[in-house]
């Protein structure tokens, strides 16, 4: 008899252990899920850093900025800042369904984008520079 209670109570403590095993992996799920869920998934990486901008640099500015119209629907876009670095705006193809994206964010593969000059600027925001012809307007008549 003594060696059966020995093996209940081997038995009894397994299933305890079992449980709180159990009950904290659950906690550990429900409290982490939150911190996970508020990481938007990259619609954008950095290949290449130029000699004026970091790489913390960049994703910074590239996270915190709106850059809707930038994404073509099944390619890749990328951009060329003005002291060579490069960031590459995935497609809508290769951010999947979980973006955070408007549809209206994504332009057809065929798009043409004008010349631009990209930089960041002092306050760190994403700064778009288009250069505009002359016209003889903007010109004062030295007569």
């Known amino acids: 008899m003594n060696g059966g209670h020995a093996t209940y109570i081997l ?6 252990i079992m449980k709180n095993s159990i009950c904290l992996a659950i906690v550990v799920l429900l409290f ?9 998934k990259a619609n954008f990486f950095v290949v290449k850093v130029g000699t004026k901008y970091s790489e913390p640099q960049l994703v910074k500015a590239f996270t ?4 809707c119209g930038q994404f073509l629907v099944s390619k890749s876009n990328d951009i060329t800042l003005d002291d060579g670095s490069i960031i590459r705006f ?4 290769e951010i ?9 964010c994504f332009l057809p593969d ?10 960041i600027l002092a306050n760190g925001y994403v700064g778009k520079g288009i250069s505009v012809a002359p016209n003889k307007n903007n010109f004062k008549n030295n007569k």
Not at 32 to 40: E, H, I, R, W
Not at 90 to 93: D, I, Q, R, T, V
């Open 32 to 40: 982490s899920f939150p911190v996970f869920s508020q990481f938007k």
């Open 110 to 119: 065929n798009t043409k984008f004008p010349k631009v000059l990209w930089s």
């Open 96 to 104: 999947g369904p979980s973006s955070s994206l408007s549809d209206d």
């Open 11 to 16: 038995k009894n403590k397994k299933i305890r």
């Open 64 to 67: 915190n900025a709106n850059m």
């Open 90 to 93: 995935l497609s809508k193809k």
